[in-house]
């Protein structure tokens, strides 16, 4: 977190202009996926191709494998959780998820993750302070402002 250049993306993560939003949001997503040097990536990438032709227990063993090998590979673990998640295996993407924040506490997509696996499971309060941190990091999320709304209201 001392990074300077990280630093400055989380900062511009708050700038009211989108357009720095949005630039600083694919830069902290490259520096993730991009972490492990060519290796990582070419095995992220891989790992897409084949959810995206419906490999689903190919693509799993990948990433099993990647996040064996590389256990600090924080993208590889989020991966693996948006796998779980799309297969409704939300404690899995919960563990996933949990881990991904464990190595890089700034994740705000695996925040938003563990925040959908909770509202899935009907665990709202739980959901509610996943959003919550993830809006500490991405204020301008709508769609996190919206989904901690949703979840307020399933409490009421």
Same mark, same amino acid.
């Given at each position: 977190? +001392?990074?300077?250049?990280?630093?400055?993306?989380?900062? &511009?993560?708050?700038?009211?202009? *989108? /357009?720095?939003?949005?630039?600083?949001?694919?830069?902290? !997503?490259?520096?993730?996926?991009?972490?492990?040097?060519?290796?990582? !990536?070419?095995?992220?990438?891989?790992?897409? /191709?084949?959810? =995206? +032709?419906?490999?689903?227990? &190919?693509?799993? *063993?990948?990433?099993?494998?990647?996040?064996? &090998?590389?256990?600090?590979?924080?993208?590889? !673990?989020? %991966?693996? *959780?948006?796998?779980?998640?799309?297969?409704?295996?939300?404690?899995?993407?919960?563990? &996933?998820?949990?881990?991904?924040?464990?190595?890089?506490?700034?994740?705000?997509?695996?925040?938003?993750?563990?925040?959908?696996?909770?509202?899935?499971?009907?665990?709202? %309060?739980?959901?509610?302070?996943?959003? #919550?941190?993830?809006?500490?990091?991405?204020?301008?999320?709508?769609? +996190?402002? #919206?989904?901690?709304? =949703?979840?307020?209201? %399933?409490?009421?």
């Amino acid at each position: 977190m +001392n990074d300077p250049q990280i630093q400055s993306l989380l900062d &511009d993560l708050k700038n009211s202009d *989108a /357009t720095v939003r949005d630039r600083a949001t694919e830069a902290l !997503w490259r520096l993730w996926f991009q972490q492990k040097g060519l290796y990582g !990536w070419e095995i992220l990438q891989q790992a897409q /191709t084949l959810l =995206e +032709n419906q490999q689903i227990q &190919d693509a799993e *063993a990948m990433l099993t494998e990647l996040v064996g &090998d590389q256990p600090d590979f924080a993208e590889a !673990w989020n %991966r693996r *959780a948006v796998l779980h998640y799309t297969q409704s295996r939300y404690r899995q993407s919960l563990h &996933d998820c949990q881990k991904v924040i464990e190595l890089n506490p700034i994740h705000f997509g695996a925040l938003h993750g563990l925040g959908l696996c909770h509202a899935m499971l009907g665990e709202y %309060r739980e959901a509610i302070s996943a959003f #919550r941190r993830a809006l500490e990091i991405q204020p301008y999320s709508t769609l +996190n402002q #919206r989904l901690l709304l =949703e979840c307020t209201a %399933r409490l009421s």
